[in-house]
């Protein structure tokens, strides 16, 4: 099949590309390279590639694929907040925008690359996708009201699906150390120490990259009646745990790091336990690779390989918002483009 991947520099992106790559489609890629230079090491290539920012995608950039898999985004709650208006013109406006052009030119298939996050402050454990949902950011707001407009245009022709995907971790060849299972990982590498920065009793949902980038491509292959215009939670229902049971795992690997709540943020307000059923109903055979012990035990294992030390843990190439924030520019100057 020929895929349209948006974003696929990034962190998910990366072994999205690999795995198409590795099934046999051919891969356009759109990203505007935002982290050029915090490659951890080398990427996947495309088949084509467009250094294009998706605020100004046309027609003739998506006409001839036979999928969309939006992935390209300002991608989590912090760098959302750093410009909303950047937030809302990138995340949702520009992904509406893509859904319409892939409908116009013929593209069957639309995949979004949604987030738990739209659960927000959960009223109750393990939501499932019809559960009340309370965004409580410009990132998470973002991708419900894509959500909401896209699935407006769903018809006979045009079938998109939303992937609510948990929060990821492990290893990337385009490495983030900003999302809780890495960042204490590379903490207690870098320093010894492992700082939790809520009391350690929020609920995540945490999902491998690489089970994400399956996701996608096992969403591309369901039969159309089976997903069309439905949100799926991406993630298992035995990977929910609290921030503390993640140190916990991180302290197996380094029985001498420290573990340290600083409680800078009090009891955090994101606290959500989710529901992955309906991921089981609609691909009854789409299992999970990683749990996060595996998974934590290879980026563990990776890197002590690179050798991950202090000035990686402090520095700004493994972390989107302190790069973002030397680029916000960029974004800026395309914004004015589009508008
Ligand atoms: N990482 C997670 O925990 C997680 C969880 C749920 C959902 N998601 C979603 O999955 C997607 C990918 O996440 P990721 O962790 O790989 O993010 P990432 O930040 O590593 O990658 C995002 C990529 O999008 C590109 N990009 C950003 N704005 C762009 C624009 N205007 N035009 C073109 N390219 C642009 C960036 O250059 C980057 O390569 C995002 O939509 C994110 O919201 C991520």
């Known amino acids: 099949m020929k895929v349209f991947v948006t974003?696929?520099?990034?962190?998910?992106?990366?072994?999205?590309?690999?795995?198409?790559?590795?099934?046999g489609h051919q891969v356009t890629g759109c990203d505007l390279r935002l982290f050029e230079g915090c490659e951890w090491e080398p990427m996947p290539i495309c088949d084509r590639e467009l250094v294009k920012d998706v605020r100004e995608l046309a027609l003739e950039d998506v006409d001839g694929h036979d999928c969309v898999m939006h992935l390209a985004a300002i991608s989590n709650d912090p760098m959302g907040d750093l410009d909303p208006d950047i937030t809302f013109?990138?995340?949702?406006?520009?992904?509406?925008?893509?859904?319409?052009?892939?409908?116009?030119?013929?593209?069957?298939?639309?995949?979004?690359?949604?987030?738990?996050?739209?659960?927000?402050?959960?009223e109750k454990l393990d939501l499932a996708e019809d559960d009340t949902l309370n965004p409580l950011t410009a990132y998470a707001?973002?991708?419900?009201?894509?959500?909401?407009?896209?699935?407006?245009?769903?018809?006979?022709?045009?079938?998109?699906?939303?992937?609510?995907?948990?929060?990821?971790?492990?290893?990337?060849?385009?490495?983030?150390?900003?999302?809780?299972?890495?960042?204490?990982?590379?903490?207690?590498?870098?320093?010894?120490?492992?700082?939790?920065?809520?009391?350690?009793?929020?609920?995540?949902?945490?999902v491998h990259c690489r089970d994400i980038a399956r996701a996608f491509i096992a969403f591309?292959?369901?039969?159309?009646?089976?997903?069309?215009?439905?949100?799926?939670?991406?993630?298992?229902?035995?990977?929910?745990?609290?921030?503390?049971?993640?140190?916990?795992?991180?302290?197996?690997?380094?029985?001498?790091?420290?573990?340290?709540?600083?409680?800078?943020?009090?009891?955090?307000?994101?606290?959500?336990?989710?529901?992955?059923?309906?991921?089981?109903?609609?691909?009854p055979d789409f299992r999970l690779q990683y749990n996060l012990e595996s998974g934590m035990d290879e980026l563990h294992r990776k890197m002590v390989d690179h050798g991950f030390k202090l000035a990686d843990f402090q520095g700004d190439r493994y972390v989107r918002l302190r790069t973002l924030r030397h680029r916000m520019n960029l974004l800026n100057q395309q914004a004015e483009q589009v508008s």
């Open 7 to 23: 974003g696929h520099r990034g962190f998910i992106g990366v072994h999205l590309v690999e795995l198409l790559k590795q099934a």
């Open 89 to 122: 013109g990138i995340n949702r406006d520009a992904s509406i925008k893509l859904a319409q052009l892939a409908k116009q030119a013929g593209v069957g298939r639309y995949l979004f690359s949604g987030s738990c996050s739209v659960y927000g402050a959960g």
């Open 141 to 206: 707001k973002s991708k419900i009201e894509t959500e909401t407009a896209v699935s407006e245009l769903a018809d006979a022709g045009f079938t998109p699906v939303y992937l609510r995907n948990a929060t990821a971790y492990g290893h990337s060849p385009m490495l983030r150390i900003d999302l809780v299972v890495n960042n204490l990982l590379a903490c207690a590498l870098a320093t010894g120490e492992i700082r939790i920065m809520s009391d350690g009793t929020p609920w995540r949902p945490l």
């Open 220 to 283: 591309m292959n369901a039969p159309r009646e089976k997903v069309s215009n439905m949100a799926i939670n991406v993630g298992g229902n035995s990977e929910n745990y609290r921030v503390r049971d993640v140190a916990d795992q991180v302290k197996r690997l380094m029985p001498n790091a420290s573990i340290t709540f600083t409680g800078e943020v009090g009891a955090d307000p994101r606290n959500y336990r989710v529901n992955f059923d309906l991921l089981g109903r609609v691909l």
